[in-house]
Structure formats: C-alpha cells, structure tokens
C-alpha cells in the first residue's frame, strides 16, 4: 500500500502554516510562508509529496485563501476541516516540544509565550484531525 500524505494549511491574512502530514500523523514537513508565497509552495509540495488531499482550515481567513486555491486550479483535493481550538492546541504542542531554559523554566506554563508564529503547528493538528476524520463524512470537499 502507498504511503499517504496530506497537505495542511493553516491560512491567515498575511502568512500560513503549512505541514505535510503523513497518514500515520507523521510530520515530514512544516513552515510558515507569507500568503503571496502560499501557491507556488503548495505546488511544489504537490510535486514532491503527490498528497492525497489539500486540507484548509476553515476558520476566519479561510475564504480568501481558498478563493487563491481554487484560482490556481490545482489536481489535488481541496477540503475544509475545523478549526476550533487549534490555536491552543498548536501553543500547547509548541510549549511540550520545547521545553524553557534558563530562568524561564520558573514561569507558569500558561505565562510562557512562544517566540515564534504557532501556524504551521496549527496546520500540522489541521492535519491530523482530517486523518482522524478520514471515512467519517467530516470536511467539505471542494
């Protein structure tokens, strides 16, 4: 059997997160990219990885993201999975895969803001919610 992979994005205004996320929630890929960058990004992912699905998130700034999808006429499956919660979800993951150093180790978790954009942590959770979900009737095709 082949090894399947989905394409996750987490759209925003002015970047995305995005994540290549393999049927076993293996994360191969992952990187936020400015919105004018997002289609030739996602076109080469298309190219090295052969997805089996492009997956949205369809949260606030999904429409104009999936207007810019849609536009670029890509082979690939488009579908919307939800986005609730993800954001606390993504900060959650960033916090448990790097631990603070130094003084920091002292302040609540809850205290701690992560350095750094969360949205390709949220496309990567975008990611395993549509291989949770697969067979299960939940996302939008479009």
């Known amino acids: 059997m082949k090894t399947q992979f989905v394409v996750a994005i987490d ?3 002015a970047k ?24 030739n990004e ?14 949205l998130g369809s949260g606030t700034g999904s429409r104009p993201i999936l207007a810019t999808l849609r ?8 579908l919307l999975v939800p986005e609730a ?12 895969t790097h631990p603070p150093k130094g003084w920091q180790r002292l302040l609540p978790r809850s205290l701690r803001t992560p350095p750094v954009p969360l949205d ?5 959770i975008l990611g395993e919610r549509y291989w949770d979900g697969i067979g299960m009737g939940e996302g939008e095709l479009f």
């Open 85 to 96: 919660y993800t954001t606390l979800l993504a900060r959650e993951r960033y916090v448990n």
């Open 42 to 55: 996602v076109k080469r992912l298309i190219e090295t990885y052969e997805p089996t699905a492009l997956v």
């Open 71 to 78: 536009s670029a006429e890509l082979a690939t499956p488009l």
């Open 11 to 13: 759209p925003g205004s």
């Open 16 to 39: 995305c997160g995005i994540a290549v996320v393999r049927s076993d929630k293996v994360v191969l890929w992952q990187s936020v990219v400015l919105k004018e960058a997002l289609v």
């Open 120 to 124: 390709d942590y949220v496309a990567i």
